[in-house]
């Protein structure tokens, strides 16, 4: 590692040779395999930008270049080379951020790691410097997969439309996004890599044609006026000029020479410019390369010289849904399914074997998903959508106006809802019980174990004239929760020992195991209580206001925001049928929480059982000193 501990900021790379920067390449990469395999995080996409990376630092001023990252799991290397070599902790408590950061480094632009939205960040960067008069750079570097998703392509349209103003995007082609990718964009870009190039084809016809005598040179000229057409033919990466945007490439991603070149070339144009680079996912690592489900897309703790994992957990929420997927699909030959652009991570890997042609693959387009899944149910099917709970979040009005306003039977599994915690702030599952609460007739559903994610699934595939959601957390999933009676539509999970029982505990999903502990722990103080698991959080169940009638406080526990959650749902639920009842919501702050374990997050947050009982031990002791006081006021004249 000694041209690497050398590399303190970008500027440490211009003093480098070829053959260093070749072997700098190579001590990233045994860097990477070497401390990923330790923390666990995006191995694949970082050993595919080494390179690519490099170039970018060396050709462009950063930070006063703006160097954007998509999504931004493939900024591992530009940690390294803006001054991050701690990799100890990765995305974990106090250590970095598995994704750019503001608060790590000025070379740091966006937090956010959403897919696609990077291409409308730099038009809106660019649009600023050309204002203020700036002759800063703007760099977009977005996969093939991003280009998927309908935003880049808005973004373009835009970009386009100003013809002289700077703007370099560099399209990082390495086939995939997390699976490889799909689609026509994906086909056009293939024909581009497999095409060894107009130029040479011209070159090769200007010599034989020359030598041809009398039609020989006018043949060529024709030809030659004709470029664009025969460029079209041969390599048609026209599709990008025809917008007005100048294309470079394909250039060899590993390459950094040729990456500076063509980098180069961009910089000086006055305009918008594709910079197109074929890179290699998982790249000088054999076990990513030999991956073909995601290349080592997100690893766990592995061995480095297998790439085997050093732990397996227990059955998790994710294999559970994906098996009773695959049952789904052979008894009803109308269950479809729809991922975008994330077969394996949300366990559709297994229904693709069996229904291969009943899933449909929509890309990084969460909103067409969610349209198509309309059209899909309106012809006679009813299809699944599998998305993590903060990707649903971008096809909202989807959900509102084209599933749910048509009374389409659609479900959409929420996988990695809650709080999932070392991927940080924009991976948190924390805001779709809240965003979803205000679409009518969507139902919604939150399992407490397997055993429920199985049933619920079921009654959810049931309904054929409303939206219905099932959400669940990422991981392993603990033990059965068993329940002890039932109450309409929900279970009961503990009940009281006294017959005036002192707080009712509404437990939503996961959290079942940790309100049992904090029923456990009232009762220890003297403080009776009901477990009751709704099932269903939307709608209310009927027979929660009468339930809730029959205790003197009602407490509720959730893995969403606080804000317009289950808890405020319950609470106006209990207010329309005129019950006053004292209301305590335990939730997540409406903040955006830093990356740490999900442990660490929940009790920073104070979502825990010994932080939750003892705030409701000292509400019910209030209320008693309230009862107590009222019962020694004198009587009024």
């Known amino acids: 590692m000694d041209l690497l501990t050398r590399i303190k900021g970008p500027r440490d790379l211009d003093r480098l040779s070829v053959d260093e920067l070749d072997q700098l390449a190579q001590e990233i990469r045994t860097f990477l395999v070497d401390a990923v395999s330790k923390t666990g995080g995006h191995l694949g996409p970082n050993l595919g930008v080494v390179e690519l990376t490099i170039a970018l630092h060396r050709v462009f001023e ?12 493939q ?166 000029e025809d917008l007005g945007l100048k294309y470079v490439g394909p250039i060899d991603g590993h390459d950094i020479e040729a990456l500076e070149s063509a980098l180069q070339r961009a910089k000086r144009f006055g305009g918008p410019v594709i910079v197109h680079c074929l890179t290699e996912k998982g790249r000088g690592y054999t076990p990513a390369l030999e991956d073909e489900a995601d290349r080592f897309h997100a690893v766990g703790k592995i061995h480095p010289d297998t790439g085997l994992p050093i732990s397996t957990s227990g059955l998790d929420w994710t294999s559970v849904f994906g098996e009773e997927m695959v049952r789904l699909g052979e008894e009803r030959e109308d269950i479809v399914a729809i991922t975008a652009a994330m077969l394996q991570p949300v366990g559709l890997g297994k229904f693709e074997q069996a ?58 599994v929420l996988d990695r809802a809650g709080v999932t915690g070392t991927d ?9 019980m809240s965003i979803l609460q205000v679409v009518p007739g969507l139902r919604i559903a939150a399992p407490r174990d397997a055993d429920q994610v199985r049933a619920q699934l079921r009654e959810a595939v049931a309904v054929e004239d409303a939206p219905t ?14 329940a002890v009676g ?27 195991p940790m309100c049992l502990e904090i029923a456990d722990l009232l009762d220890a103080q003297g403080i009776s209580s009901t477990v009751v698991d709704p099932r269903w959080v939307k709608p209310v169940d009927e027979a929660l206001a009468p339930l809730a009638e029959r205790h003197r406080v009602v407490v509720t526990v959730e893995d969403n925001s606080r804000a317009g959650g289950v808890g405020s749902a319950v609470a106006q639920a209990l207010r329309d049928a005129g019950v006053d009842v004292p209301l305590r919501d335990f939730g997540i702050p409406p903040v955006f929480l830093d990356h740490a374990s999900r442990g660490e997050v929940m009790t920073e947050i104070g979502l825990t059982a010994p932080d939750i009982a003892r705030q409701v031990t000292g509400l019910v002791a209030k209320l008693d000193g309230r009862f107590e006081s009222r019962a020694v006021q004198p009587a009024r004249d």
């Open 62 to 73: 950063s930070p006063r270049d703006k160097v954007l990252w998509d999504t931004g799991h």
């Open 75 to 240: 900024a591992y290397v530009h940690k390294l080379l803006t001054g991050r070599q701690d990799f100890s902790r990765l995305k974990m408590k106090g250590g970095l951020s598995g994704y750019p950061s503001r608060a790590e480094s000025e070379h740091d632009v966006i937090e956010n790691s959403h897919a696609s939205g990077v291409l409308g960040w730099a038009d809106g960067l660019a649009k600023a410097n050309e204002v203020l008069r700036k002759d800063d750079h703007v760099v977009a570097v977005i996969g093939d997969g991003a280009l998927t998703g309908g935003m880049a392509w808005e973004a373009l349209n835009n970009i386009a439309a100003a013809k002289d103003r700077p703007l370099v995007i560099v399209v990082n082609d390495n086939e995939r996004s997390y699976a490889p990718t799909i689609g026509g964009l994906a086909n056009h870009l293939a024909t581009l890599r497999t095409t060894d190039g107009y130029e040479r084809f011209l070159a090769r016809g200007k010599d034989i044609l020359e030598r041809t005598p009398v039609v020989g040179r006018p043949l060529y000229e024709t030809l030659h006026g004709a470029k664009k057409g025969l460029k079209d033919f041969i390599a048609p990466q026209g599709m990008f």
């Open 355 to 412: 229904f291969p042609d009943r899933i449909y693959d929509v890309g990084i387009a969460e909103q067409h998903g969610a349209a198509s899944a309309a059209g899909l149910a309106t012809g006679g099917l009813h299809p699944v959508f599998a998305v993590y709970a903060t990707f649903l979040n971008r096809a909202f009005d989807q959900v509102l106006m084209d599933v749910a306003l048509h009374k389409c039977g659609v479900t959409f």
């Open 424 to 432: 940080g702030a924009s991976h948190n599952g924390m805001w779709d």
């Open 469 to 482: 959601v099932v959400r669940f957390s990422k991981g392993a999933v603990g033990p059965a929760v068993k």
């Open 486 to 512: 039932r109450a309409g539509g929900m279970d009961i999970l503990r009940k009281p020992k006294a017959d005036r029982p002192d707080v009712l505990i509404v437990s939503v999903g996961a959290l079942a």
